[in-house]
């Protein structure tokens, strides 16, 4: 059948004993934090560029949240760019995910909600602050991780200096993302039934990761070593749980400081021009959702930030704007796993100026 892709290769229905995990970069170590769970992965890389003692002191660390199938290893590029311009960086591997524990195939898949994640997720979170002197994080969140990102926030269990959302799920829902994805993918269902419903048949080939996650201009090889990384199941509950909205979008802002102290943006949404599943009107409506809040907020005096307008900002591609407590940034040609495909290098630009401006 065209383009059916049917194989069974890349499925896993045990713990798998070895784990495949990159070489890390110079200048990044890994640590496994204790949590009730289990140990959970934490990469942090160390800022290279020299900053005044003052500053240093002061520094938000950007701490980064992986999607679904991912780990902390996704954010290496991103994580040795901005380290390298004197920026702390922590990315965490969820449980089932990078060297974090490993749940067994059912209780991943069919009993590990996004609250479990999200504890995951605060205990990274506080760790971090812990080691870098109670300061608060800039909170990045890919895809699913993104969504994550907008409960807990949402939920008002953390406070952070900022938010990053890249391609990241909607907290209005992710109903329209799954259609994308099924309609991009038509033996998505066949395909389903034939593997025993196992989560991770949608990305079972790299062909069909390379179909969702990324450009055409990324090399055949990286895909194939980026499948071999690619978690060995994904729990149904984490995607199930974010279909319908799960975040309410004036709590979220009154977690984000930059929000309320200062002119700028609080919330930066990234998204790739090329993505299919996250699609720039999927992202646009990410940022109205947002913006929409921004401003019932100041109308009610409850923000000091004074922005009245959605203006262009520049940017690689001329489509970025700015506005309302939101930047809206897009990477041209890039898709899904923007921080992995060949234009990484502007994304991780578009997310530094946003830390700039905090």
Not at 158 to 164: D, E, I, M, N, P
Not at 210 to 233: G, H, M, N, T
């Amino acid at each position: 059948m065209f383009d059916f892709y049917l194989s069974y290769k890349w499925l896993h229905w045990r713990r798998p004993i070895d784990v495949s995990l990159p070489v890390l970069p110079e200048g990044i170590d890994r640590f496994l934090v204790p949590t009730p769970g289990g140990n959970i992965e934490i990469l942090y890389a160390k800022p290279k560029a020299p900053r005044s003692s003052s500053e240093a002191s002061h520094l938000s660390p950007i701490f980064f949240v992986h999607g679904g199938m991912g780990g902390a290893w996704v954010w290496l590029e991103y994580m040795s760019y901005l380290s390298a311009r004197g920026i702390p960086c922590f990315a965490i591997s969820l449980r089932g995910h990078g060297a974090s524990w490993q749940p067994s195939f059912l209780r991943m898949v069919y009993a590990t909600s996004k609250r479990m994640l999200a504890d995951d997720l605060l205990a990274g979170i506080r760790w971090a602050q812990e080691r870098e002197g109670g300061n608060e994080v800039v909170l990045v969140g890919h895809s699913s991780g993104g969504g994550l990102s907008q409960f807990v926030l949402s939920n008002q269990e953390v406070r952070v200096k900022g938010l990053a959302l890249v391609a990241a799920v909607p907290g209005s829902g992710s109903t329209r993302v799954y259609m994308n994805w099924w309609f991009l993918d038509p033996w998505f269902t066949l395909r389903m039934v034939l593997h025993g419903w196992h989560p991770n048949s949608p990305l079972s080939h790299p062909a069909l990761t390379r179909r969702v996650f990324f450009s055409e201009k990324q090399s055949d090889a990286y895909v194939e070593r980026f499948q071999k990384l690619i978690c060995p199941y994904e729990s149904f509950i984490w995607a199930l749980g974010m279909g319908r909205p799960f975040a309410n979008p004036q709590k979220l802002l009154a977690q984000i400081s930059s929000t309320r102290n200062t002119t700028g943006q609080g919330v930066l949404v990234l998204c790739g021009g090329a993505d299919k599943i996250m699609t720039l009107p999927v992202m646009e409506t990410l940022a109205g959702f947002y913006r929409k809040a921004y401003s019932s907020l100041e109308s009610q005096k409850k923000s000091d930030a004074n922005e009245h307008v959605v203006e262009p900002i520049p940017g690689d591609g001329g489509q970025d704007t700015a506005g309302h407590g939101v930047r809206l940034c897009v990477v041209p040609g890039a898709g899904h796993h923007l921080q992995n495909d060949v234009q990484w290098e502007a994304g991780a630009h578009k997310l530094f100026e946003f830390y700039e401006q905090l």
